[in-house]
């Protein structure tokens, strides 16, 4: 009887397990808002963004933010060369990219990127910890950290 107990204690937290929200994928962001906090009202971040989310079973990340248009502003030049005009070193800086691994918190709902190389030397190494929820195809995710706690970013989970 004790075994069948332990079974059904099993089972219930292997069903529990398996309705957590999955994070693997890939995602597009539809949004990233900001929070005024002087009118507590949303408005889209520098005029829009755009970007992907991967997340891999194997416990890795990867994300790209840029501004909307980066990739069609006609700026050209070769990679690996210390002769970048100006005006696309400026360009550069509109595009925020890292890798790393990840681990979810499953009690308070909160994943963890692991920052093993970033497009800003200073964060290399770093810890971001994002709140998120999913409903449908809808990956919702607001950084935990105060600094950049008025962002909200909108993930649609491509196929």
Excluded at 47 to 54: N, R, T
Excluded at 107 to 131: M, Q
Aim: aromatic share 14%; glycine share 6%; hydrophobic share 35%.
């Amino acid at each position: 009887m004790a075994s069948v107990g332990i079974f059904s204690i099993l089972f219930a937290c292997q069903n529990k397990r398996s309705e957590l929200p999955k994070l693997n994928g890939f995602w597009k962001l539809e949004s990233m808002k900001v929070r005024d906090t002087t009118t507590n009202t949303w408005r889209d971040y520098k005029g829009g963004m755009d970007g992907y989310l991967l997340y891999e079973e194997t416990g890795h990340v990867a994300l790209h933010l840029y501004e909307k248009g980066f990739e069609t502003a006609g700026i050209q030049f070769l990679n690996f060369n210390d002769s970048i005009p100006l005006d696309a070193l400026k360009h550069i800086t509109k595009s925020y990219y890292y890798i790393g691994t990840y681990k979810v918190s499953e009690a308070d709902s909160i994943v963890s990127h692991f920052k093993i190389s970033h497009s800003n030397p200073s964060e290399f190494g770093l810890t971001a910890d994002r709140r998120f929820y999913i409903n449908g195809d809808t990956l919702i995710m607001q950084p935990v950290e105060r600094k950049n706690a008025n962002f909200k970013l909108k993930w649609l989970k491509t196929k």
